[in-house]
């Protein structure tokens, strides 16, 4: 299935795939609206995925981590996916271990930031047609596990095609649902915004294309999206990624319901590892969630650790990348 990714993406997509033409394994995240900042790996770099860590990101969020003033457009080209064919991987600017692929803000398909940060996240098969994995990680975590040791140990191993964390605490997409709607449309104002309206039509669809089994919802499973690990070979995993974005498209920003739907509706779907809860990197927030899931704070921290959102516009405190909080 064919998407159309917009003018900024088409171009990072091809300057990326000469980038990544040697990475059988990569690692990506995204980073729009300066709403974080890039965390640099918690592990070791291997010779397999050292140039693979990729960062897709607009031109604000560039400014951001180059500690720059606006500059044009122009000025930024060289460096970036924008108006660049075939750029090769030195081309790209670097922060730390990651490779900066900057967008050309006029050319995003969304006008929302979450939702652009979302393509290259349900569509990473577009951009690395040639790798064998990829590793998404929010800006929000520090990946701690070495990116060639998670793939073996939650795709090889258990023989998957698609891994993620399950959902610390919400086992269904009706749970899911609820959550969401429970702060989306918490109060008659926000009922009436389209991130409220977009929740609820959602659902609605979903119950009524369901309406013949009355217990779909208890066969669903939920996950974090935060970290995801693709086996990027299986058609059934990229199937699975073009329906995921398809479905995302079609409704609201939150995309762990969208996965949920389309796994439970997929056929064939691609075998999905969950990912067992006592290496959520939320078990550490309470001491009981510690004994609930029988975790120890070793296990917890093994895979990822958070840090809270960061914004320009909430704080000055801006650190420069690589500097960890305390």
Not at 118 to 146: G, N, Q, S, T, Y
Request: charged share 20%; net charge positive; proline share 5%.
């Amino acid at each position: 299935m064919q998407h159309v990714l917009g003018q900024a993406f088409d171009a990072a997509r091809r300057s990326v795939r000469a980038a990544a033409a040697r990475c059988r394994t990569v690692v990506l995240t995204a980073l729009f609206a300066r709403a974080d900042v890039l965390r640099s790996p918690h592990h070791r770099v291997d010779t397999e995925t050292v140039g693979c860590y990729f960062a897709f990101v607009d031109q604000q969020s560039a400014h951001m981590l180059l500690g720059q003033r606006p500059r044009t457009k122009a000025s930024f080209e060289p460096d970036g996916a924008t108006g660049v064919d075939g750029a090769s991987m030195e081309a790209l600017v670097t922060v730390g271990v990651w490779r900066l692929i900057v967008l050309a803000a006029e050319g995003l398909p969304y006008r929302e930031a979450r939702r652009n940060s979302r393509v290259p996240k349900l569509l990473v098969h577009r951009f690395f047609p040639e790798a064998a994995f990829a590793i998404w990680v929010d800006a929000k975590l520090e990946l701690r596990m070495a990116p060639t040791d998670a793939v073996r140990r939650f795709l090889l191993a258990p023989r998957a095609e698609v891994a993620a964390v399950r959902n610390l605490r919400r086992n269904t997409i009706a749970h899911e649902h609820a959550w969401i709607y429970s702060w989306m449309c918490s109060s008659p104002l926000k009922m009436q915004d389209e991130t409220c309206t977009s929740i609820v039509r959602q659902w609605d669809t979903y119950q009524r294309e369901q309406a013949a089994d009355a217990d779909w919802a208890l066969q669903t499973s939920v996950i974090e999206g935060a970290l995801m690990i693709y086996d990027l070979r299986s058609v059934a995993t990229r199937c699975f990624l073009c329906n995921w974005h398809q479905e995302y498209s079609r409704f609201s920003e939150r995309d762990q319901l969208s996965f949920s739907y389309v796994l439970h509706t997929q056929r064939p779907r691609p075998h999905v590892y969950f990912i067992p809860r006592r290496l959520h990197w939320s078990v550490v927030v309470q001491g009981d969630t510690l004994a609930c899931y029988n975790a120890t704070l070793a296990d917890a921290l093994s895979l990822a650790r958070r840090f809270q959102h960061f914004s320009m516009s909430s704080s000055k405190r801006w650190q420069p990348p690589g500097h960890r909080r305390p």
